[in-house]
């Protein structure tokens, strides 16, 4: 059974979500050998042992999101071996609308327009080395008007990084022989089930005094042209932990609070940008590539943001 669902979680899932969702499958597995039955699993799954399933991981005080993920980890399986979804039950729907209830506020706030402008400037006291500004410069520009996961640009070890944005899905739209914006094609990110490629285009933001499409191209002169993951520092890719100690410190000489603004803050910030300049949601959901209105979590008082 554990070799089954392991294929199953292997098919139509972005990297991403078949490491949550086994994750899910392995706390399920020893909350089944512990309350329910040790020797005897099988599909399908009941609904009297989700209901307890969701009160276990309740009592080991998992966040409402978390425990979404993980029963959508136990309908995937059974959808694709085409049983009846136990988690779609009126009782099921009902407990999850009340967990739903119990969330706790986003404590994590948008990184603006306003604060992003001050993280780069920070970079000239943070960082002695003009390479490693101009790399981190393009890298939080390109966070926050690309709407991009941190993992969806850096690893969390060398090893990992064919998973990020390759220097090879880079390129620059010109018009008239003049560069107008940038264009990132991914494949691998969040909820990209199909792995179909999605183009993230970036135009040049005139009105800023920090424009993203100015600092990919300087960046680029300093990186050069060799292949593997975009972001780079003397041909190491950088990795999440190098980023958000840059951010820390950053975030740190700015006297700005680095338990409240984490690397998520540029995705964010975003989607509170793009709300502010009056985007629909369909247009938000689309940019940010979310499947649902999730974003509307994060949106959020721009006065809120700045205290």
Partial sequence: MVASLNDLLSSALSAGSRKLYSRAWTVFREFYERFVSPNSFSLPVTTTTIVLFVSYLRARK???STISSYLSAISYVHKMKDLRDPTKTFLIQKILTA???ERSPDSRLPITKPVLFQLVRS???TLSSAEQRTLF???FLIAFYGFFRIGELVSKSPASCNS????NNLSFLSTDSCIQSLKITICQFK????RRPVDVIIPRDPASPICPVKAMLDYCK????APGPLFCFRN?????????EQLRACLSFCSLDSNRYKSHSFRIGAACHAADLGYTDSQIRALGRWKSDAFKLYIRNETLAAN
Avoid: D, I, K
Avoid at 222 to 225: A, I, N, P
């Fill in 191 to 194: 909820l990209n089930t199909n």
């Fill in 222 to 225: 300093v990186r050069l042209f």
């Fill in 137 to 139: 410069t393009a890298m």
């Fill in 62 to 64: 998992l966040a409402p």
């Fill in 164 to 167: 990020v944005v390759q220097f």
């Fill in 236 to 244: 190491r890719p950088v990795t999440v932990t190098q980023f958000n």
């Fill in 123 to 125: 970079l000239q006291h």
């Fill in 99 to 101: 967990v739903g209830r």
